[in-house]
């Protein structure tokens, strides 16, 4: 029986807490795995990416890996929210080198698988709703904003999309080593976003209509920026519409009883001992296998891990009865032969995801050995038909420009060899009465002048006569 402080303790946390019912159609991450085993894919959520899909874990989904840069991933869920009231709860861890970069968006589009895919602020056109962006804006440690969009801003078009937000706080979210929590609320009077239980903006100004898609996209530079998703969880206070089931699955009871335990006398410690093995007992019958307790506390929803739900220890000089004794060791040796099959499940399913990745990274490796091989075959192919080509033109002009040469010698000679014969004859012809007429014209005159001298010297001599 509790005691009236354990039972104020557990109403007050439960009227602290409210009446939310988590929405599983759009919510992952709250069990022990986000994807059922043996499945590469996450219940009603799609994974987008460019050039590659996001790498899916067990517990994560790498948006964009340490390497190499240029990354995009996205998922989306594929049922719209139906509600007006909602929580939305996302865990993330972001890792890279000391000047890494890139950028994680949180959505509540209309049809954000379509028109949205896997771009973020600043590469996304028109869209319809919110966008919650973490990023290094303005070289600074890391800053949270909030932009909405009613369909009529292009903001892949704007000249400066930073001036849209309507809100902003500073967060340093790079390297931490551990998750960080972005929770936003959703009511009729305001809207509000926390990170890591801190307050970062909120406004009595925003009212989202339902139908609209949750969605986690990210984006890598080139010296990239590792984004993780551990979780999206998705609360509201109706349990009414569409697939819901309550968080108020809380061990509080549990803790209470324990608490107390440690306080009471040795034969109430025995039977509240036996009863919390028996309420243990009974929640692993009702509840599904693999499946954690959800609480909510701080730091949001979280689920308890298989391997906290441990034993208490207790002293030797408490367990008086061989009964005692028996249920103590029955329980414990139940306990680790829980633990035993949880280890072994989680060994084989190592192995199964080795031996798949093994082969995935054998047929990736022999495709582009494929891909190579024939690639480099039809280049070389189609280098030497090219140099094949090319060896016959250049004969082929060669030839041409010794048959040109030979026309244009034989050209060359058969008219200077005319035009030599031309000449000749016409200097033959030409050349021989020359000679001669001036040969008779130089003999003539010698013998004029000779003919002239004779007569001057006769009228000399002969005798004058005077009248």
Same mark, same amino acid.
């Given at each position: ?7 104020? =303790? ?12 988590? =929405?599983?159609?759009?919510?992952? @991450? ?12 996450? !219940? ?8 590659? #899909? ?10 964009? !890996?340490?390497? !190499? ?5 996205? =998922? ?7 509600? &007006?009231?909602? $929580? ?27 028109? =949205? ?79 890591? *239980? ?10 989202? !209509? ?25 609360l509201n206070d109706d349990n009414n519409h569409g697939s819901t089931s309550s968080y108020h699955q809380t061990n509080h009871g549990q803790n209470q009883d324990q608490n107390q335990n440690q306080n009471q006398n040795q034969n109430q410690g025995q039977n509240q001992g036996h009863e919390n093995n028996n309420n243990q007992q009974a929640g692993q019958q009702q509840k599904p296998p693999h499946q954690g307790k959800l609480t909510f506390g701080r730091s949001g929803m979280v689920v308890d891990d298989p391997f906290d739900t441990v034993i208490p220890d207790q002293q030797a000089e408490k367990i008086t009865s061989s009964k005692a004794q028996f249920e103590d060791l029955h329980n414990r040796l139940q306990s680790v032969n829980h633990h035993l099959s949880s280890i072994f499940r989680a060994v084989s399913q190592v192995n199964? $995801? ?7 990274? *054998? ?10 091989? +024939? ?15 090319? /060896?016959? /033109? ?27 014969? +031309?000449?000749?004859?016409?200097? &033959? ?6 000679? +001669? ?7 003539? @005159? ?7 001298? #004779? ?13």
């Amino acid at each position: 029986m509790r005691s009236p402080s354990s039972i104020a =303790v557990l109403v007050a946390s439960l009227a602290h807490a409210q009446a939310q019912y988590l =929405v599983n159609e759009l919510s992952f @991450g709250f069990g022990t795995r986000i994807s059922p085993e043996g499945q590469q894919s996450v !219940p009603n959520f799609s994974l987008q990416g460019r050039p590659n #899909v996001p790498e899916l874990l067990s517990n994560k989904i790498i948006l964009t !890996p340490p390497a !190499p840069g240029n990354q995009r991933g996205a =998922v989306w869920a594929d049922k719209s929210l139906p509600h &007006q009231n909602w $929580i939305a709860d996302v865990d993330f861890r972001a890792n890279g080198p000391e000047r890494g970069g890139g950028n994680l968006n949180i959505w509540l589009v209309r049809d954000g698988a379509h028109n =949205v895919g896997s771009g973020s602020i600043y590469t996304v056109g028109k869209f319809e709703g919110l966008a919650l962006v973490i990023d290094q804006s303005g070289g600074s440690g890391g800053m949270i904003r909030g932009f909405l969009n009613d369909g009529t801003t292009d903001f892949q078009k704007h000249h400066n999309p930073d001036n849209l937000a309507f809100g902003h706080c500073q967060f340093s979210y790079r390297n931490l080593g551990r998750p960080s929590q972005i929770k936003m609320r959703h009511s009729e009077s305001k809207f509000v976003v926390e990170v890591d *239980s801190h307050l970062c903006f909120e406004s009595d100004k925003i009212r989202l !209509p339902s139908g609209y898609n949750f969605g986690i996209t990210a984006a890598s530079a080139e010296n990239p920026d590792s984004f993780e998703v551990f979780k999206l969880v998705v609360l509201n206070d109706d349990n009414n519409h569409g697939s819901t089931s309550s968080y108020h699955q809380t061990n509080h009871g549990q803790n209470q009883d324990q608490n107390q335990n440690q306080n009471q006398n040795q034969n109430q410690g025995q039977n509240q001992g036996h009863e919390n093995n028996n309420n243990q007992q009974a929640g692993q019958q009702q509840k599904p296998p693999h499946q954690g307790k959800l609480t909510f506390g701080r730091s949001g929803m979280v689920v308890d891990d298989p391997f906290d739900t441990v034993i208490p220890d207790q002293q030797a000089e408490k367990i008086t009865s061989s009964k005692a004794q028996f249920e103590d060791l029955h329980n414990r040796l139940q306990s680790v032969n829980h633990h035993l099959s949880s280890i072994f499940r989680a060994v084989s399913q190592v192995n199964s $995801i080795g031996e798949q990745r093994h082969e995935e990274v *054998s047929t990736m490796l022999g495709e582009l050995k494929g891909l190579i091989t +024939t690639k480099v075959d039809h280049r070389c192919d189609a280098l030497e038909s090219k140099l094949a080509n090319l /060896e016959k /033109e250049m004969r082929s002009l060669r030839n041409e420009l010794a048959a040109k040469l030979r026309d244009s010698e034989n050209s060359i000679k058969y008219h200077v060899s005319d035009h030599h014969e +031309t000449l000749k004859d016409t200097v &033959q012809k030409h050349a021989a009465p020359g000679h +001669t007429r001036l040969i008779l014209v130089i003999v003539g @005159g010698q013998l004029l002048l000779a003919a002239g001298y #004779v007569y001057y010297k006769r009228r000399k001599s002969s005798p004058k006569k005077y009248l």
